[in-house]
């Protein structure tokens, strides 16, 4: 493996404008640079050339799947009729606050974003579907549109270069779900969030049965930049050619800063860690790290401190992790892993759409499971029966939340053993029960 | 089968599949069975329940697929490979089935489904014998949906069958889901009750006992029935439905499948109205007047009687003095022998089975524009038709099967034109256009149509087709318009729908046509679009009983009764001479009956009392009439005026055939026998009647009559001897031609309401009147506009007075948008026969309350 050790250089691109008060304003976009890069490519590059860029520069998308963000929209047929973007800003993963900020602070670069993935794509609809939490980064993202509209960087014949875009928001309404990008789909046209079969991809039969691309906030933020800046700019960053630019890391938990940190692909969690985020609180010891938010399987000590683990999507997936969302949760030695584990299945449950049946009664089989386990109500055949649903969730449903689930729990069983062990001997919690079974 | 068919590999062995057609689906047609929960053949496909995961191990292009697929949502492709019951795939299967099983309560013995659960058979098969869970299962509180349907939602287990069939089948979207995860909650909005009529599907598509029959509930099992499958012969669209009887008593009515004609789908009525056939209002003896009162008789006393005075009346004054009545509630087999009694032993061609005038209107357009009784449209190319026009026809009211299938040919892309006095509602949205004529001004409201389509390059057809041209373009459109009451952008966009030059068209004449001249230009107009037309008439075997020569005009097989050589024929098979003389129609018969011309009447299966509009006249005619015999199942009105009372047993109880609207021809299987030793076979009594005239009829028996029928009518051949499953459709060539239409005179404005007839399905007929199972459907209402109920001061639910012609009755009012203003609607064949006046003018006012207590 070619590690580019040298190209982890700590720069800010997607939150350079954070510490600017007056960039989420259209005055102080403009004035930092904003809105450069439409006029860079409007009327002068053709859009399949703005979709060679992308590819060339390795943008992979950020919301969790860590999918090229290029190949993604070649796959849009080109045809006649409408097409469709729906901007994911359901950010919903536990741990993941980065698209927030993102949208509060920045949001005339998210709407650049969609602008130059339209205009790549051919589409001239674009709808933002905002986690219905978010109330803050809506009103700010719906500030930012109604200056952009006014200024005429949105809407018919933008900046005169004959191409026309329009782009709207839509509140979620608190599904955890409706971030899966077909329940998205679904919840945008008015129906229950429930994950669409596939095939079809979005891609090909999206938004009212038309070809959709759909992309994270943080994917869309990085496009000025790559455009203005250039794909081999934005390629040389990174630990290696298929893990470029850097990432948000949502670093939450038990360390000395916890924050958001934008920094290059490729870093180790360790160096996060205690570099960046100065430490574990209290110098206590640390336990474990969820490295991508809930669903990403839960990393040892023993990987982060003498593994050294990298934080890129392909390190992390093959450690049998995932780069996921970028929430970085940080787990110290004072933490039960049972307890953890539990809270996280209540989630999942308290989640699951409902319709396959798998995930349907998988989970609130898992979260059952584990109350009963921290509640110190646990039974010797309880570990095997978990390894077994472990196995059972994985690769038989609609959406992977299923799978996302028993990555969570697989994991947790797999690696803290002897924690459940104790609880099912000791018929208790030995750090005390907080969600009662 | 079609071309496009390929061929794909399931478990090391060939099968077929249809072009589009599921991997699962593909497999269930050919035995293979792979479980399934969600799955269901005509509904969408959700790919939710994950039992029917497969290995695809080969696509067909030399790669496979890594993870399981669903089978329902796995188009079979060219040269697949597919493993349904490799270890990998019984490990998916096994777990989905304790997934299932996670909250289900092993209930079996106390759950009405237990020995046909699709949950239970398929565990016993493809689950595991161990539980694992330690947890307590779910409990949903209880809830009431309907009186028809009981829920016992913790044993859902999700699939949404009911969702799916409620919203895309009916289209109400009662159903529906709430919650998400493992508290999902299948169940009906804010716990209303269900209003749909064609709720009881629900029951037959739920894959465990979450949904069941509440009439049924807790009295039999499964495997202690015999099921009987054949037609419903409540309605004329003939649903296949299946009988389940135990020890000759029937316990419940579940859908039969039949794809050209209901699918998997049948009514609330047919699936509860079986129940009147066990009520105390059946006839279960003969009776004989006198004294002025019945008393029971035996068999013999009873037939010489009426032998011997229709016999009797033939002698003193020639067979014009007898008439029959009826027969579109029997089998052909009957209808056939009544035809042959009245007309070769008894002599007159006074024989009607159209007791209601818009029959008579109908068929006689029919007559005269397609030279036949009857349409030559299909269910299934109305299923299929690309625009469809309904006519009078209120679907869901009156044979909502047919507004199933009017719904089917929607989600495939059709436009449905309406030309109805009300806003019918088909819940459907895009693609409607609705023109609402006045009452009684149908016919030109469709002359503007036509005049409309000819402009679009519609061409009139048939002898005389340049005569009707030339009167259509001589119509003024928008006169008629005005005089009707339509709009005239409405007009051009339906008959933009219509779209002529495209084809593929079907028309739909239903029940709210009462005029000869709305029929006619309905016809004209099926002919100028090339389309198929239909006829849904009211009486369950109407275009059975006409084919079998139940009409003053027809012989058997279609014969006109004034022509020689047709006599001639129909004498060569009866050996007996068919009459020249006197052909009257229901109408004709019940004037000379009242004029005392008609000493003699038979009435077999029907009550002009409670069927004609004209309920003065009937009771007139059955007054005078000397010798009244009443041969029907149930008791009604008609009875009070009778001499002799025959029991004919219900359709329930009978063999023979019957012909539905589109002139398909089914078999008929006894499921129970009648209750009681009395009630003999009608076409028996028949026989023996004219046996007793010691002039018997030909044929005796089933195997005879049909016999016969195949050498009257032709075509009646193919449905008798082995006849196709399902049916055999007896197609016509469609010929026919245009003819102009007179129309009647302008009504003057109207001082009150104009009253229209809704013919209810579940309001019609004793059968289903006596049906105690369908109690809890709604009531008989006069429903009224919003503007004509603030105008009067009727509120919802407030009983109003309706006077008509000196008399009032009184009825709840609903308020009700579907009707426009100036307009109010009842149900047909209401106690109280004199509200039988579609079109009338009645006056409507809020009932005086009285004071209750002091």
Same mark, same amino acid.
């Given at each position: 493996?070619?590690?580019?050790?040298?190209?982890?250089?700590?720069? /800010?691109?997607?939150?350079?404008?954070?510490?600017?008060?007056?960039?989420?304003?259209?005055?102080?976009?403009?004035?930092?640079?904003?809105?450069?890069?439409?006029?860079?490519?409007?009327?002068?590059?053709?859009?399949?050339?703005?979709?060679?860029?992308?590819?060339?520069?390795?943008?992979?998308?950020?919301?969790?799947?860590?999918?090229?963000?290029?190949?993604?929209?070649?796959?849009?047929?080109?045809?006649?009729? !409408?097409?469709?973007?729906?901007?994911?800003?359901?950010?919903?993963? !536990?741990?993941?606050?980065?698209?927030? +900020?993102?949208?509060?602070?920045?949001?005339?670069?998210?709407?650049?974003?969609?602008?130059?993935?339209?205009?790549?794509?051919?589409?001239?609809?674009?709808?933002?579907?905002?986690?219905?939490?978010?109330?803050?980064?809506?009103?700010?993202?719906? /500030?930012?549109?109604? +200056?952009?509209?006014?200024?005429?960087?949105?809407?018919?014949?933008?900046?005169?270069?004959?191409?026309?875009?329009?782009?709207?928001?839509?509140?979620?309404?608190?599904?955890?779900?409706?971030?899966?990008?077909?329940?998205?789909?679904?919840?945008?046209?008015? /129906?229950?969030?429930?994950?669409?079969?596939? !095939?079809?991809?979005?891609?090909?039969?999206?938004?009212?049965?038309?070809?959709?691309?759909?992309?994270?906030?943080?994917?869309?933020?990085?496009?000025?930049?790559?455009?203005?800046?250039?794909?081999?700019?934005?390629?040389?960053?990174?630990?290696?050619?298929?893990?470029?630019?850097?990432?948000?890391?949502?670093?939450?938990?038990?360390?000395?800063?916890?924050?958001?940190?934008?920094?290059?692909?490729?870093?180790?969690?360790?160096?996060?860690?205690?570099?960046?985020?100065?430490?574990?609180?209290?110098? /206590?010891?640390?336990?474990?790290?969820? !490295?991508?938010?809930?669903?990403?399987?839960?990393?040892?000590?023993?990987?982060?401190?003498?593994?050294?683990?990298?934080?890129?999507?392909?390190?992390?997936?093959?450690?049998?992790?995932?780069?996921?969302?970028?929430?970085?949760?940080?787990?110290?030695?004072?933490?039960?892993?049972?307890?953890?584990?539990?809270?996280?299945?209540?989630?999942?449950?308290?989640?699951?759409?409902?319709?396959?049946?798998?995930?349907?009664?998988?989970?609130?089989?898992?979260?059952?499971?584990?109350?009963?386990?921290?509640?110190?109500?646990?039974?010797?055949?309880?570990?095997?029966?978990?390894?077994?649903?472990?196995?059972?969730?994985?690769?038989?449903?609609?959406?992977?939340?299923?799978?996302?689930?028993?990555?969570?729990?697989?994991?947790?069983?797999?690696?803290?053993?002897?924690?459940?062990?104790?609880?099912?001997?000791?018929?208790?919690?030995?750090?005390?029960?907080?969600?009662?079974? | 089968?079609?071309?496009?068919?390929?061929?794909?590999?399931?478990?090391?062995?060939?099968?077929?599949?249809?072009?589009?057609?599921?991997?699962?689906?593909?497999?269930?047609?050919?035995?293979?069975?792979?479980?399934?929960?969600?799955?269901?053949?005509?509904?969408?496909?959700? %790919?939710?329940?994950?039992?029917?995961?497969?290995?695809?191990?080969?696509? %067909?292009?030399?790669?496979?697929?890594?993870?399981?697929?669903?089978?329902?949502?796995?188009?079979?492709?060219?040269?697949?490979?597919?493993? @349904?019951?490799?270890?990998?795939?019984?490990?998916?299967?096994?777990?989905?089935?304790?997934?299932?099983?996670?909250?289900?309560?092993?209930?079996?013995?106390?759950?009405?489904?237990?020995?046909?659960?699709?949950?239970?058979?398929?565990?016993?098969?493809?689950?595991?014998?161990?539980?694992?869970?330690?947890?307590?299962?779910?409990?949903?509180?209880?809830?009431?949906?309907?009186?028809?349907?009981?829920?016992?939602?913790?044993?859902?287990? *999700?699939?949404?069958?009911?969702?799916?069939?409620?919203?895309?089948?009916?289209?109400? %979207?009662?159903?529906?889901?709430?919650?998400?995860?493992?508290?999902?909650?299948?169940?009906?909005?804010?716990?209303? =009750?269900?209003?749909?009529?064609?709720?009881?599907?629900?029951?037959?598509?739920?894959?465990?006992?979450?949904?069941?029959?509440?009439?049924?509930?807790?009295?039999?099992?499964?495997?202690?029935?015999?099921?009987?499958?054949?037609?419903?012969?409540?309605?004329?669209?003939?649903?296949?439905?299946?009988?389940?009887?135990?020890?000759?008593?029937?316990?419940?009515?579940?859908?039969?499948?039949?794809?050209?004609?209901?699918?998997?789908?049948?009514?609330?009525?047919?699936?509860?109205?079986?129940?009147?056939?066990?009520?105390?209002? $059946?006839?279960?003896?003969?009776?004989?007047?006198?004294?002025?009162?019945?008393?029971?008789?035996?068999?013999?006393?009873?037939?010489?009687?009426?032998?011997?005075?229709?016999?009797?009346?033939? @002698?003193?004054?020639?067979?014009?003095?007898?008439?029959?009545?009826?027969?579109?509630?029997?089998?052909?087999?009957?209808?056939?022998?009544?035809?042959?009694?009245?007309?070769?032993?008894?002599?007159?061609?006074?024989?009607?089975?159209?007791?209601?005038?818009?029959?008579?209107?109908?068929?006689?357009?029919?007559?005269?524009?397609?030279?036949?009784?009857?349409?030559?449209?299909?269910?299934?190319?109305?299923?299929?038709?690309?625009?469809?026009? &309904?006519?009078?026809?209120?679907?869901?009211?009156?044979?909502?099967?047919?507004?199933?299938?009017?719904?089917?040919?929607?989600?495939?892309?059709?436009?449905?034109?309406?030309?109805? =006095?009300?806003?019918?509602?088909? #819940?459907?949205?895009?693609?409607? *256009?609705?023109?609402?004529?006045?009452?009684?001004?149908?016919?030109?409201?469709?002359?503007?149509?036509?005049?409309?389509?000819?402009?679009?390059?519609?061409?009139?057809?048939?002898?005389?087709?340049?005569?009707?041209?030339?009167?259509?373009?001589?119509?003024?459109?928008?006169?008629?318009?005005?005089?009707?009451?339509?709009?005239?952008?409405?007009?051009?966009?339906?008959?933009?729908?219509?779209?002529?030059?495209?084809?593929?068209?079907?028309?739909?004449?239903?029940?709210?046509?009462?005029?000869?001249?709305?029929?006619?230009?309905?016809?004209?107009?099926?002919?100028?679009?090339?389309?198929?037309?239909?006829?849904?008439?009211?009486?369950?075997?109407?275009?059975?009983?006409?084919?079998?020569?139940? *009409?003053?005009?027809?012989?058997?097989?279609?014969?006109?009764?004034?022509?020689?050589?047709?006599?001639?024929?129909?004498?060569?098979?009866?050996?007996?001479?068919?009459?020249?003389?006197?052909?009257?129609?229901?109408?004709?018969?019940?004037?000379?009956?009242?004029? %005392?011309?008609?000493?003699? &009447?038979?009435?077999?299966?029907?009550?002009?009392?409670?069927?004609?509009?004209?309920?003065?006249?009937?009771?007139?005619?059955?007054?005078?009439?000397?010798?009244?015999?009443?041969?029907?199942?149930?008791?009604?009105?008609?009875?009070?005026?009778?001499?002799?009372?025959?029991?004919?047993?219900?359709?329930?109880?009978?063999?023979?055939?019957?012909?539905?609207?589109?002139? $398909?021809?089914? $078999?008929?299987?006894?499921?129970?026998?009648?209750?009681?030793?009395?009630?003999?076979?009608? @076409?028996?009594?028949?026989?023996?009647?004219?046996?007793?005239?010691?002039?018997?009829?030909?044929?005796?028996?089933?195997?005879?009559?049909?016999?016969?029928?195949?050498?009257?009518?032709?075509?009646?051949?193919?449905?008798?001897?082995?006849?196709?499953?399902?049916?055999? #459709?007896?197609?016509?060539?469609?010929?026919?031609?245009?003819?102009?239409?007179?129309?009647?005179?302008?009504?003057?404005?109207?001082?009150?309401?104009?009253?229209?007839?809704?013919?209810?399905?579940?309001?019609?007929?004793?059968?289903?009147?006596?049906? *105690?199972?369908?109690?809890?459907?709604?009531?008989?209402?006069?429903?009224?506009?919003?503007?004509?109920?603030?105008?009067?001061?009727?509120?919802?639910?407030?009983?109003?007075?309706?006077?008509?012609?000196?008399?009032?009755?009184?009825? =709840?009012?609903?308020?009700?948008?579907?009707?426009?203003?100036?307009?109010?609607?009842?149900?047909?064949?209401?106690?109280?026969?004199?509200?039988?006046?579609?079109?009338?003018?009645?006056?409507?006012?809020?009932?005086?309350?009285?004071?209750?207590?002091?």
């Amino acid at each position: 493996m070619n590690l580019r050790l040298d190209a982890l250089v700590t720069e /800010k691109i997607v939150s350079a404008r954070f510490g600017d008060a007056g960039a989420a304003d259209i005055g102080g976009y403009e004035a930092s640079g904003g809105y450069r890069a439409i006029r860079k490519i409007f009327g002068q590059t053709g859009p399949k050339d703005v979709i060679e860029i992308v590819k060339a520069s390795g943008l992979r998308g950020r919301g969790g799947a860590g999918f090229p963000c290029g190949l993604k929209w070649s796959f849009v047929p080109d045809m006649d009729g !409408p097409k469709y973007l729906a901007v994911n800003a359901d950010e919903g993963e !536990p741990g993941t606050f980065k698209d927030r +900020e993102l949208m509060l602070r920045d949001p005339h670069q998210l709407i650049e974003g969609i602008l130059i993935a339209c205009y790549a794509v051919g589409i001239e609809k674009a709808y933002i579907f905002i986690r219905g939490e978010f109330d803050a980064p809506a009103r700010s993202v719906n /500030k930012a549109l109604a +200056e952009a509209y006014e200024a005429g960087y949105i809407g018919e014949n933008i900046l005169g270069s004959g191409f026309s875009c329009d782009i709207y928001t839509h509140m979620g309404a608190g599904a955890y779900i409706c971030g899966e990008e077909t329940g998205l789909l679904e919840s945008l046209e008015g /129906k229950r969030g429930h994950p669409r079969l596939k !095939p079809p991809f979005p891609a090909i039969v999206g938004l009212y049965g038309r070809p959709t691309v759909v992309n994270n906030v943080e994917t869309l933020s990085n496009l000025s930049h790559i455009i203005e800046r250039g794909a081999d700019w934005y390629a040389g960053i990174g630990i290696d050619e298929k893990n470029t630019g850097t990432r948000m890391y949502c670093v939450s938990g038990h360390v000395e800063k916890p924050g958001l940190y934008e920094l290059p692909l490729g870093l180790t969690l360790e160096e996060i860690v205690d570099g960046h985020c100065g430490g574990m609180r209290g110098g /206590k010891a640390l336990k474990a790290v969820i !490295p991508g938010g809930a669903s990403a399987p839960v990393l040892t000590t023993k990987e982060i401190r003498e593994d050294k683990i990298r934080m890129d999507f392909d390190a992390l997936a093959r450690a049998g992790s995932m780069g996921g969302s970028g929430g970085v949760i940080v787990m110290d030695e004072t933490t039960c892993m049972v307890q953890a584990a539990q809270r996280l299945a209540l989630f999942y449950e308290e989640e699951s759409c409902g319709q396959c049946s798998v995930c349907r009664e998988g989970t609130g089989w898992v979260a059952g499971i584990f109350s009963r386990l921290e509640n110190g109500r646990g039974v010797p055949d309880d570990l095997g029966t978990l390894e077994s649903i472990d196995v059972n969730m994985r690769g038989n449903t609609i959406c992977v939340l299923s799978d996302a689930c028993a990555m969570m729990f697989g994991a947790f069983v797999k690696k803290f053993r002897s924690e459940f062990e104790a609880h099912i001997e000791g018929g208790r919690c030995p750090l005390g029960s907080p969600y009662p079974a | 089968m079609p071309d496009a068919e390929i061929t794909f590999t399931l478990n090391r062995r060939k099968l077929k599949a249809r072009k589009d057609e599921s991997v699962l689906g593909a497999a269930l047609r050919a035995g293979v069975h792979i479980p399934h929960f969600c799955y269901h053949k005509n509904l969408s496909v959700v %790919g939710q329940c994950r039992a029917c995961l497969v290995e695809i191990v080969d696509l %067909g292009n030399g790669n496979g697929l890594p993870k399981l697929q669903p089978s329902c949502a796995m188009k079979a492709g060219e040269g697949m490979v597919v493993e @349904s019951a490799n270890a990998r795939v019984k490990e998916a299967q096994e777990t989905v089935f304790e997934f299932l099983l996670k909250n289900h309560p092993l209930d079996c013995p106390v759950c009405d489904q237990g020995g046909e659960c699709p949950l239970q058979d398929q565990t016993m098969a493809f689950g595991k014998a161990i539980s694992r869970t330690h947890e307590l299962r779910r409990l949903y509180p209880e809830k009431e949906i309907s009186p028809y349907i009981k829920p016992q939602m913790n044993r859902c287990v *999700h699939c949404t069958r009911c969702v799916r069939f409620s919203g895309e089948i009916d289209g109400g %979207g009662e159903f529906g889901w709430a919650g998400r995860g493992d508290r999902t909650e299948v169940g009906i909005f804010q716990d209303l =009750p269900l209003t749909s009529i064609v709720s009881g599907n629900v029951i037959d598509i739920c894959p465990v006992g979450a949904l069941t029959d509440n009439k049924y509930r807790f009295t039999a099992r499964v495997w202690e029935m015999k099921d009987v499958e054949g037609p419903c012969t409540h309605c004329s669209v003939g649903c296949s439905q299946r009988v389940w009887n135990r020890e000759n008593e029937i316990m419940r009515v579940t859908a039969g499948e039949n794809v050209e004609v209901n699918d998997t789908w049948i009514c609330d009525v047919a699936r509860w109205g079986w129940s009147g056939a066990g009520s105390k209002e $059946r006839i279960d003896g003969p009776m004989i007047r006198e004294g002025g009162e019945l008393r029971s008789a035996g068999w013999d006393e009873a037939l010489s009687l009426v032998a011997s005075r229709l016999d009797g009346i033939r @002698s003193e004054s020639g067979g014009t003095a007898l008439a029959g009545l009826g027969g579109a509630r029997s089998t052909n087999e009957a209808a056939y022998q009544f035809g042959a009694l009245f007309r070769s032993v008894l002599g007159t061609n006074n024989i009607d089975c159209r007791v209601h005038p818009r029959d008579t209107a109908q068929t006689e357009a029919q007559r005269e524009g397609l030279g036949a009784a009857g349409g030559f449209g299909s269910l299934t190319g109305l299923a299929e038709a690309r625009a469809i026009l &309904l006519v009078g026809s209120d679907p869901f009211e009156e044979h909502p099967i047919l507004a199933l299938q009017v719904r089917k040919a929607h989600r495939a892309g059709a436009s449905i034109v309406s030309l109805h =006095p009300r806003r019918i509602d088909l #819940r459907i949205l895009g693609r409607m *256009h609705h023109l609402n004529p006045l009452p009684c001004e149908e016919a030109r409201a469709l002359t503007a149509l036509a005049r409309t389509l000819l402009d679009a390059g519609a061409a009139p057809r048939g002898d005389g087709a340049g005569d009707y041209q030339k009167a259509l373009a001589g119509a003024d459109t928008d006169a008629l318009c005005r005089e009707s009451g339509i709009n005239a952008g409405g007009l051009a966009a339906a008959a933009g729908a219509l779209r002529p030059e495209e084809g593929g068209v079907a028309v739909v004449v239903g029940p709210g046509i009462g005029d000869e001249a709305a029929a006619a230009e309905a016809v004209n107009i099926a002919l100028m679009l090339g389309a198929e037309i239909l006829f849904a008439s009211g009486a369950p075997n109407l275009q059975g009983a006409l084919d079998m020569g139940l *009409h003053p005009g027809f012989l058997p097989g279609g014969g006109d009764a004034a022509s020689d050589a047709a006599r001639q024929a129909v004498a060569g098979v009866w050996g007996r001479e068919a009459p020249a003389s006197s052909c009257l129609g229901t109408d004709a018969i019940l004037e000379a009956a009242a004029g %005392g011309e008609i000493r003699g &009447l038979y009435l077999f299966g029907c009550d002009p009392l409670a069927e004609h509009p004209n309920g003065d006249l009937a009771r007139r005619a059955l007054d005078r009439a000397e010798f009244v015999v009443v041969h029907a199942s149930h008791r009604s009105a008609g009875r009070e005026f009778a001499d002799v009372v025959l029991p004919a047993p219900t359709l329930y109880e009978e063999e023979g055939t019957v012909t539905n609207m589109e002139r $398909r021809v089914q $078999r008929l299987r006894r499921s129970v026998k009648p209750d009681g030793p009395e009630v003999r076979e009608a @076409s028996r009594v028949i026989a023996e009647l004219a046996r007793l005239m010691e002039r018997p009829l030909k044929a005796q028996g089933a195997a005879a009559i049909q016999a016969e029928v195949r050498l009257l009518a032709e075509d009646y051949a193919p449905a008798f001897g082995r006849m196709p499953e399902g049916g055999a #459709r007896l197609g016509r060539v469609p010929v026919g031609a245009c003819r102009a239409v007179e129309h009647a005179l302008v009504s003057a404005p109207v001082d009150g309401l104009q009253l229209i007839l809704a013919p209810t399905i579940w309001l019609s007929g004793a059968l289903i009147a006596s049906a *105690h199972h369908l109690s809890g459907k709604p009531g008989a209402a006069l429903r009224l506009s919003p503007t004509d109920a603030g105008r009067l001061g009727v509120a919802e639910g407030m009983e109003v007075g309706v006077e008509l012609g000196g008399e009032t009755i009184h009825l =709840p009012a609903r308020v009700d948008e579907s009707l426009p203003v100036g307009v109010a609607q009842a149900p047909e064949a209401l106690p109280g026969a004199l509200l039988n006046r579609g079109g009338a003018v009645i006056r409507v006012s809020p009932a005086e309350k009285e004071t209750v207590g002091a």
